[in-house]
């Protein structure tokens, strides 16, 4: 008898097991751990595109090359978008991923044109209209940083065009704190 339920208790955990692994394979759980992944290769390329950034006006800071700054900040900004652009397409491209998560990667593509664009379109208008040699600005989300090279202070009348500047771009009237509007400038 003893002999019969050590059996039963066996083919039961053979059992348990069995719809462990399938419950764990399943195509939900794929999709899952593909959207897990997918957002934390974006949380590291965000967090490495910050860190090369700080590395960047760190090590150039005290320097007298201001331009060559610029230039190492806009590109290590350039490669960071690459590479997230890069694996979105590749999520997108690939036949074996969800139409679910082929849709997420389009709209994250989508995003990231849109931030370029922002990117692009307000450091232009800010360099013609306050009259600065160069301009870097970096969006995430409602947080924007916004970093001029001039001689002297900024004044409050090129404070207000950089806001107005901002605010136009984010389809807004005025930046909000209380909204999570957050601005930063830096002068170099």
């Known amino acids: 008898m003893e002999v019969v339920a050590q059996q039963t208790k066996k ?7 069995k719809n462990f692994f399938r419950t764990f394979f399943s195509k939900k759980v794929r999709k899952i751990a593909l959207m897990t992944g997918l957002l934390a290769l974006l949380v590291v390329t965000g967090y490495l595109n910050f860190t090369l950034n700080q590395n960047a006006v760190s090590i150039n800071a ?3 090359t201001e331009t060559n700054m610029f230039i190492t900040l806009k590109e290590n900004r350039t ?3 690459l590479a997230q652009q890069l694996v979105l397409q590749e999520i997108v491209a690939n036949a074996s991923a969800s139409a679910d998560a082929r849709r ?6 989508t995003n ?3 931030t370029i664009a ?3 379109n307000t450091e232009n208008l800010i360099a013609a209209q306050c009259g600065y040699d160069d301009v870097i600005v970096s969006r995430n ?3 924007l940083n916004v970093i001029v090279k001039t001689n002297s202070e900024i004044g409050n009348d090129n404070l207000q065009k950089i806001m107005k500047i901002l605010a136009n771009a984010m389809d807004k009237e ?15």
Not at 11 to 17: A, L
Not at 175 to 182: H, I, Q, R, T
Request: net charge negative.
């Open 141 to 143: 989300g409602n947080k």
């Open 104 to 109: 997420e990667a389009e709209a994250a593509l």
């Open 79 to 81: 490669d960071a978008r």
């Open 174 to 188: 005025r930046l909000e704190p209380e909204n999570g509007d957050a601005l930063y400038i830096s002068i170099m």
């Open 11 to 17: 083919h039961q955990f053979k059992g348990r097991m």
């Open 118 to 120: 922002f990117e692009n």
């Open 112 to 114: 990231l044109a849109a």
């Open 62 to 64: 005290g320097s007298k």
